[in-house]
T-cell receptor, first 113, second 111 residues
Framework: GAGVSQSPRYKVAKRGQDVALRCDPI?????LFWYQQALGQGPEFLTY????????KSGLPSDRFFAERPEGSVSTLKIQRTQQEDSAVYLC???????????FGSGTRLTVV | QKEVEQNSGPLSVPEGAIASLNCTYS??????FFWYRQYSGKSPELIMS????GDKEDGRFTAQLNKASQYVSLLIRDSQPSDSATYLC???????????FGKGTTLSVSS
């Protein structure tokens, strides 16, 4: 596609609910990244894929967070048993390779109530 | 803990002036450096990349890198009100790893 597409744009979840956030990267981009951005802060790294391989998941804050990219294209970030502190904007980015600049999607704003 | 530090601002400049944004980073092995612009409520947009010491110019933007001093800066010439945004500095922790972002500097350009 022309850009990085994320869905849903907004998500309100009740505490304890599971959520799934989708990212469709630019066609042909092998690298895909997930970041979490709290209000007034810079993006915080969560995890990184090269094709279907998850090369770094050191930023995932707990075992409630899980990401996958099974066919090396679309990726899903899943958060189980959501907590209020999970409320943030979740940004997906893709690039032709890890040392290139990233193109970000519009993000998913998650609000846990 | 690898860190990227930016002054949060706000940095206020009049229209037509030069805005200077600075960033320091902690990891000496960092190789790739980027500046992103983020408007309120929008996602970050890549505006400059720099990989070698010295200056790199693109239109009204100039990125400057000094690896010995571990700082990277962004100059915006002839600042416009439309440049008002948060500017994020991003650095790779080491080659082949994901970018680490600073918290951003908010720039306000008054007409």
């Amino acid at each position: 596609g022309a850009g990085v597409s994320q869905s849903p744009r907004y998500k309100v979840a009740k505490r304890g609910q599971d959520v799934a956030l989708r990212c469709d990267p630019i066609s042909g981009h092998v690298s895909l990244f997930w970041y979490q951005q709290a209000l007034g802060q810079g993006p915080e790294f969560l995890t990184y894929f090269q094709n279907e391989a998850q090369l770094d998941k050191s930023g995932l804050p707990s075992d409630r967070f899980f990401a996958e990219r099974p066919e090396g294209s679309v990726s899903t970030l899943k958060i189980q048993r959501t907590q209020q502190e999970d409320s943030a904007v979740y940004l997906c980015a893709s690039s032709p390779g890890v040392d290139y600049g990233y193109t970000f999607g519009s993000g998913t704003r998650l609000t846990v109530v | 803990q690898k860190e990227v530090e930016q002054n949060s601002g706000p940095l206020s400049v009049p229209e037509g002036a030069i805005a200077s944004l600075n960033c320091t980073y902690s990891d000496r092995v960092s190789q790739s450096f980027f500046w992103y612009r983020q408007y309120s409520g929008k996602s970050p947009e890549l505006i400059m990349s720099i990989y070698s010491n010295g200056d790199k110019e693109d239109g009204r933007f100039t990125a400057q890198l000094n690896k010995a001093s571990q700082y990277v800066s962004l100059l915006i010439r002839d600042s416009q009100p439309s440049d008002s945004a948060t500017y994020l500095c991003a650095v790779d922790a080491q080659a082949g790893t994901a970018l680490i972002f600073g918290k951003g500097t908010t720039l306000s350009v008054s007409s």
